[in-house]
Nanobody, 120 residues
Framework: EVQLVESGGGLVQPGGSLRLSCAASGSGFTFTSYNMSWVRQAPGKGLEWLSVIDSDGGTTTYTDSVKGRFTISRDNAKNTLYLQMNSLKLEDTAVYYC???????????WGQGTQVTVSS
């Protein structure tokens, strides 16, 4: 079973930055076998996919609402996924989840989420 644990959320002012991390582990699990995504859920809204990175980190894709502000990356030696978030806006307030699976768009495994609140 794959375990994904997010961290790094918190309260930040508009225009500020945060870096989220997602630590991956599991018996028999190889992080490099997983393509990873970030997904968020704002209060009262549905899930919004944000970004995906392939297993070796060579390919990334973003939804338009975060393109140019957020950067997804991974450190396969540390079994960790990251999301660098800059120029944060009020509408970025949400619970942020990491998720991944064996294919590029697979969301087979999910973390428990980390809260990001953007407020002045």
């Amino acid at each position: 079973e794959v375990q994904l644990v997010e961290s790094g959320g918190g309260l930040v002012q508009p225009g500020g930055s945060l870096r989220l991390s997602c630590a991956a582990s599991g018996s028999g699990f190889t992080f490099t076998s997983y393509n990873m995504s970030w997904v968020r859920q704002a209060p009262g809204k549905g899930l919004e996919w944000l970004s995906v990175i392939d297993s070796d980190g060579g390919t990334t894709t973003y939804t338009d609402s975060v393109k140019g502000r957020f950067t997804i990356s991974r450190d396969n030696a540390k079994n960790t996924l990251y999301l660098q978030m800059n120029s944060l806006k009020l509408e970025d307030t949400a619970v942020y989840y990491c998720a991944g699976g064996p294919t590029l768009w697979s969301l087979r495994s999910w973390g428990q989420g980390t809260q990001v609140t953007v407020s002045s």
